[in-house]
C-alpha cells in the first residue's frame, strides 16, 4: 500500500510543484518590487528593512492559477503601532489597494502577481510581537533551518497543502476554521512527512476529546504542562501546537473540530483507498449532484473580500439555516466562498416536514392565552399550557418570498446587499 501511495505523492509532485521558469519569474517580480520599495523607503527617511516572507520564501509554493507574494515591510520600534499602516501606505503611493484587517496592509498587481504588502515590527525577541504579523519574519528562518537540514521537507509540505486545499480545509479564516501555511509546514516538519502526518490524524479519538500536543520547542515538561500553562482560549482546537518560536502561542488555535473531523475522514479515505481524485479539489455543488431539486441561494456581502466577507456570508448561511428549519427537514446542506468573485452560495436538499406541536403561553398567563387563541382557532391544553398543532404546507419559493419580505431589516443588518434564489 505504502508503494502506491509513494507513487500517487511522486505524479502529484509532478502536477502540483510550480515549474523552475515560474519560480524564477515570481523570484524575479518580487526582488525587482523589492529593490524598488527599499529606494522609496529610504528617499523618505523611514527606517524599515524589506524581506520577502510567505510560502515563497519556504520554497513550499504550490502550483496554482493566480500566484501571490507576502512582503514584510519591518518598521523600527520607534515608530507608532497606529500609524506605520499609513506609512506605508504613503511610501507605496496610489497604484495599491488597501486591505483592513487587525493592521492594514496593501495589495497591488504585477504580471498577474498579487503583491500583498505587510506592515510589521522590527523585534528582536518574539515576546515583543504587537501583532502576530510581527513574528512572520522568526517563522520564515524556523522553517528555512528545518528545510535546509531536510530538503525533502519542501516537497512534502506542498504535498500536505495541495491535499488540505484539495478537502476544503486550508485556511486560518473564520469561514473555514482550518490548517494555516505555517501549521501545516510545522506538522509535516515535526512527523517528517506527510504520510507520517495523516497516519497520525486517523489515530486520534474523536470521541473522547483527544487532541493531539505538539512541542517541538522542547518549552514545557510535558502535555499536562501545555495544557495547565497556556492560555485556556488557546487550547480548544483538536490539535495544539506550541509555536516553535513563541511558547505563548498555539498556531493551529483556528482549527475547528468540524474542520479537523472532516480532514480526518480524508485521510483516513485516503489510506484506506489511495488516489489521485484526494488532491483534486471539488465544486460543494458536486456533493449535490445525485440529488433532486436541489435549491441553491446565492449572496453577496459589502463586506470587504476574502476573510471578513466570507464570515459575514458563513454567519448569515447559519441565519437562514436556523429560519429554514422551521418550515422544513433540511436532508443536506452546503456552504461556498469564492473569494476571488465575493460571493456565496448556499444548497439545500429539502423534506417537506410532518405536523409541529408548539408549545403556547401557561393558562396562568390570561393576556397571552387570549392572544394565541386568537391566532390559533385550534388550540389546545395540556398540563397547564396552550399547544397547537402547526401544519408546513408552504414551497420553497413561497418561503423564499416570506423570508425576504419578513428578515428585510435582519439581512441589512448582516450586510447582505443582494441575495438571489438561482
Known amino acids: 500500500m505504502d508503494k502506491k501511495i509513494g507513487k500517487i505523492f511522486k505524479e502529484q509532485i509532478q502536477l502540483i510543484k510550480p515549474s523552475q521558469d515560474t519560480l524564477n519569474k515570481i523570484k524575479k517580480i518580487s526582488k525587482e518590487f523589492c ?17 520577502v516572507g510567505g510560502s515563497l520564501a519556504k520554497e513550499t509554493l504550490v502550483k496554482k492559477d493566480h500566484y501571490d507574494v507576502d512582503i514584510f515591510v519591518r518598521f523600527d520600534k520607534k515608530y507608532d503601532d497606529s500609524k506605520i499602516s499609513s506609512m506605508l501606505g504613503r511610501v507605496l503611493g496610489k497604484n495599491v489597494r ?11 498587481n504585477k504580471e498577474d502577481i498579487l503583491i500583498e504588502i505587510v506592515p510589521v515590527f522590527k523585534i528582536k525577541k518574539p515576546e515583543e510581537a504587537v501583532n502576530v ?59 517528517g512527512s506527510f504520510l ?25 515538561k510535558d502535555r499536562q504542562e501545555v495544557l495547565r500553562e497556556m ?39 485516503f489510506l484506506k483507498n489511495p488516489s ?20 441553491a441561494i446565492e449572496i453577496k456581502t459589502n463586506r470587504q473580500a476574502g ?27 452546503g456552504f461556498d466562498y469564492d473569494d476571488e468573485k465575493n460571493v456565496a452560495r448556499f444548497y439545500f436538499v429539502l423534506d417537506s416536514k410532518g405536523e409541529d406541536i408548539v408549545k403556547g403561553p401557561p393558562i396562568a398567563n390570561v393576556h397571552n392565552l387570549t392572544k394565541f387563541k386568537k391566532v390559533h382557532a385550534k388550540a389546545f391544553i395540556k398540563k397547564d399550557f396552550a399547544y397547537v398543532k402547526v401544519k ?6 413561497q418561503w423564499f418570498k416570506e423570508f425576504l419580505k419578513n428578515e428585510k431589516k435582519v439581512i441589512e443588518g448582516m450586510g447582505v446587499k443582494e441575495i438571489v434564489k438561482k
Open 35 to 51: 529593490e524598488d520599495l527599499k529606494k522609496r523607503l529610504k528617499k523618505q527617511r523611514v527606517e524599515a528593512e524589506v524581506f
Open 231 to 269: 492560555n485556556k482560549s488557546k487550547l480548544s482546537s483538536p490539535i495544539v501546537i506550541v509555536d516553535p518560536t513563541f511558547k505563548e502561542r498555539n498556531a493551529l488555535s483556528s482549527l475547528s473540530k468540524e474542520t479537523f473531523f472532516k480532514f480526518q475522514n480524508a485521510c483516513r479515505g
Open 196 to 220: 507520517k502526518f495523516i497516519k497520525e490524524i486517523v489515530n486520534v479519538k474523536t470521541k473522547k476529546d483527544d487532541k493531539i500536543i505538539i512541542d517541538s520547542g522542547r518549552f514545557f
Open 98 to 108: 488597501k486591505v483592513y484587517g487587525s493592521r492594514n496592509y496593501y495589495q497591488l
Open 307 to 333: 476573510d471578513i466577507a466570507g464570515t459575514k456570508s458563513k454567519k448569515f448561511f447559519g441565519f437562514f439555516i436556523y429560519k429554514l428549519k422551521k418550515e422544513f427537514d433540511i436532508r443536506k446542506s
Open 276 to 295: 489521485s481524485e484526494f488532491f483534486i479539489k471539488k465544486n460543494v455543488f458536486e456533493d449535490f449532484r445525485k440529488f433532486k431539486n436541489v435549491k
Open 392 to 397: 408546513h404546507l408552504m414551497s420553497f419559493e
Open 133 to 191: 504579523t510581527d513574528l512572520s519574519y522568526f517563522h520564515v528562518n524556523y522553517l528555512l533551518k528545518k528545510i535546509n537540514k531536510n530538503k525533502k521537507l519542501s516537497d512534502e509540505i506542498i504535498l500536505a497543502k495541495a491535499f488540505a486545499h484539495a478537502q476544503d480545509v486550508y485556511g486560518a479564516e473564520s469561514y473555514i476554521h482550518g490548517f494555516s501555511g505555517y501549521a501545516l509546514e510545522l506538522l509535516v516538519c515535526y512527523y
